[in-house]
């Protein structure tokens, strides 16, 4: 069974809401631990390297992402002060 345009969390296998993460909202923090700490050992087992290396690139993704709203939000603040 395929479900086209939606993805499944990685983790629960659980469609995803946000297409641009690879994981359920739930799983979110755990994948941002995972890769934070680097030891994920339990998920590297149960996944596999390219499944780690894919939140990975997911954290990496969410992290620039939230820079870049941070960097929007001073800029505007900035500019909205005279
Ligand atoms: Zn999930």
Redesign the pocket.
Known sequence: MENKGVKL??????P?EDPTMD?????AS?AMQAMGKKGGTTTKERHGKEHYEKIGRLGGQKVKELVERGKKGLVEEKDAKP
Do not use: S
């Open positions: 969390c990685i983790f629960c296998g659980k995803v994981v359920c909202k739930a799983d755990k």
